[in-house]
């Protein structure tokens, strides 16, 4: 049985926010074991079911990256050099080990300069295929099987169907209640503001998932209680881009006068949105759900009949997204060097301009110094909006 | 053409091999054929090169036009900005490969104009019937460039081949997970055929397919005992040639012009070798290029090292071959064509896995380096970190890290450019990296 978060639920997520890794800490010093890992493709069930705590391997972006250039390349994702360079500076000393995916460039070519430098007990690379047909599936299945195997080996345990159902359900309970959190930003103006969205969500993937899910519902509770508190501001914006693990771009689109109402991003919408499907076999439905049921640049999906249906097949649920939220304006964040994402933002682009949304396109470097010509861009972006 | 432009043609890099010297023209007729194709009407497929179809489009006589290669001859021709100017103008962030967004700016221009760019180098890059991507272990943009490539040829159909290898891990051999690899290799070479008969309109023929298969193995065979030759010292062939001679390898594979290529090259350095005639005539340094890309509008840099002493028997960088009867397989006995093509793909991938396991805290790439250091009598390593590309210039520190720790402490320079974008590049900078770097290996001879 997992520990009774203590606090309120907005607080506590902060206190998480704010001290990324202490509670992984805590656990660790209690005897359980921590099982580092990258990215939301990493199937986190499999982890729980190996009795691991998954932790989800953060940077900090007011922390210049400074130990990771002595091994790692400058041209690397900016948000990888500084997740590495945390990790070289001893803030996620308590990980037994590391899962890396094959989810893009810079984090499976760095797999080894993870493995090599960090020397930790265990460390494994999950080969993703790019494609969704049915051959990848299989495939990815089966590496599947090898990662469970592996994990086993070094869990000392065998991992259950059992357990592994178990898991399912309990992150599934987790993203239910994600989606339920997003309700409450529907109206006009939001319950719960982006900044206060997006700490609770980057400090719930430190921790174990029972905890996740009651910090969610805490969360959801206090802020039904509170109610209408926050004030009407000129724009709704949803924020699309990789993956942000701090508040501070969210922070900056709201002191500039609009509230963020909804995302594709991770942690967010897209790692939260899609539920593993009960199987007989539960890897099959981790398997559907991590190669077909996340919306991520990295997987390429198969072109249907018109290249518009193409776009709608790629970005649809950024569509949906806009209307069911009522979204103003739609602000394209990616950062440099970003492959998989990059490439998308012309088709992208003009695809949720065609739906009659404005989108603003910045690329940013994942760190403070570029904070003022960000607000410039924002602020500029905003004033557009308004003169809609 | 300017006369800026003409001036910086002529300052070509001078080639140790008569062979080298030939790439030019080839490469220049290659994409002449590309557009005589188009106006013949014969398919055409955009194609990333070590994607291992090569003899699937020649036996369905499909056109291959190599985008990789187009865009390195505008970055050779230092006429690329304008294509990456163009990209940038799209919307594609200037941090992305810039084969790709060398490629992509060219395209959204001549789609835009309905005809060439002005001026475009050797005749243009031409609208494809199919674009045939990739997704490997590595290289996101082999599978994100034709889907982007769409925007501006939204009927241009894309397959992309999945072509995994295992990772090299410490808790099981791949021999483990093989089979499911082949498997998956194979139906995706098969779903590939089918979509090529689909959209080209014709079958494939499986004899031939099979004499090709034939025809590349033993090219392969070939290509690295003509490789192996430059261990002689002095060496008769440096990096510098073999950026010209990677052509043959990667762009005309599963053809005799191929084959015929490194047989006249392997004649030429066996010659060389018996009169004693290296690629300079006073060989004082031998280095390993050790990884990365070339930067190709600045070639001459391996003329400039030369000019110093020192000479490259050896590189990794497109050196993409091994000789398949060294395999621990005999791949003869296969007799399914593509299930052969999956298997030379995978142990290609693995060649190094069972030596790096014998020493302790060694890596595959880092074997590797070891092997050609001590084959090849190296002196000192040089890289090339391109910072468009993360798919083969991310690890290059942490390999020089490793090769210290494991092995022993190599004098070494990473220089710092990319393989397209010129603005990147600082030539003065470069050679004066490329002095001190020599000084250092004097010191170290004159210890």
Known sequence: ?388 | MTEEKKEEERKKRSTATEAAAKIGPMVKAMIASVLQARDEGKPIAYTFICCCYDEIMRAMDIVPHWVENYAGICGAKRDAQRFLEKAESESFSRSLCTYALCGLGFDAWREELGQMPPDAPWGGQVKPDVMLGSGQILCDPRNKWYQAAQHYMPNVPVYNVGLPWPPYENDYDYREVQGYYIKYIVEELRGLVAFLERHIGKKMDWDRLSQLIDLTDRTWNLIWETYELRRAVPSPMGTGDAMNTMVPIVFMMATQQAYDFFRELNEELRHKIANREGEIPDEKYRLIWGGGLPAWFALTDFNYFNSRGAVFPVETTYRMVEAVYNFDIDLSRISDPLEHIAWRWLKYWTYWYDKARKRPGSHPDVERLIQYIEDYKIDGIVMHEAFSCRTWHVGLIWQLNRLKEIYRDMPSLILESDIVDISSYNEADTRARIDAFIDTLEAIKSR
């Not at chain 1, 001893?90 to 037994?96: Q, S």
């Not at chain 1, 469970?148 to 159902?165: M, V, Y």
């Not at chain 1, 509770?221 to 004030?231: A, D, F, S, Y």
């Open chain 1, 1 to 388: 049985m997992a520990e009774k978060v203590a606090g309120r639920g907005l607080a506590t997520a902060n206190k998480y926010y704010q001290d990324y890794g202490g509670r992984a800490r805590e656990l660790k010093k209690q005897g359980q074991r921590i099982m580092g890992y990258i990215c939301a493709l990493v199937p986190v069930e499999i982890i729980s079911a190996a009795g691991f705590v998954p932790f989800r391997i953060k940077g900090d972006v007011n922390e210049p990256i400074t130990k990771a250039d002595s091994e790692m390349e400058t041209i690397v994702c900016p948000l990888v050099r500084s997740c590495f360079d945390m990790s070289l500076k001893g803030k996620y000393e308590f990980l037994d080990g590391i899962v890396i995916p094959h989810a893009c460039d810079s984090i499976c070519r760095t797999y080894d300069v993870w493995k090599y430098t960090l020397n930790l007990p265990y460390s494994h690379l999950i080969n993703m295929p790019h494609a969704t047909g049915d051959s990848s599936l299989s495939f990815y299945r089966a590496e599947l099987d090898t990662f469970k195997r592996s994990l086993s080996r070094f869990a000392g345990r065998e991992i259950s169907d059992e357990s592994l159902t178990q898991t399912i359900s309990l992150y599934n309970q987790n993203r239910a209640k994600v989606r339920e959190l997003y309700e409450l930003r529907k109206s006009s103006p939001p319950l719960i503001s982006g900044a206060e969205v997006a700490r609770l969500l980057v400090g719930v993937v430190g921790i174990p998932v029972e905890e996740s899910t009651r910090l969610i519902d805490d969360v959801i509770e206090e802020v039904k209680q509170r109610g209408k508190v926050l004030p009407t501001k000129s724009a709704r914006i949803m924020v699309v881009g990789a993956q942000i693990d701090n508040a501070t771009f969210i922070d900056l689109i709201e002191d500039s006068g609009a509230w963020v109402v909804v995302d594709d991003l991770c942690p967010g919408a897209r790692e939260f949105f899609s539920d593993v499907a009960v199987t007989p076999d539960p890897i099959d439905g981790i398997a559907e759900r991590y190669l077909r049921g996340i919306y991520c640049g990295r997987t390429f999906r198969e072109k249907r009949e018109s290249y518009y249906e193409y776009l709608g097949q790629r970005f649809g649920h950024i569509g949906r997204f806009t209307k069911e939220f009522k979204v103003d304006g739609v602000v394209l964040y990616i950062y440099k060097y970003c492959d998989p994402f990059g490439f998308e933002v012309p088709a992208m682009k003009s695809y949720i301009e065609s739906n009659g949304t404005p989108v603003l396109y910045l690329e940013d470097e994942y760190s403070m110094s570029t904070i003022g010509r960000l607000r410039t861009r924002i602020q500029a972006f905003l004033e557009l909006l308004g003169s809609k």
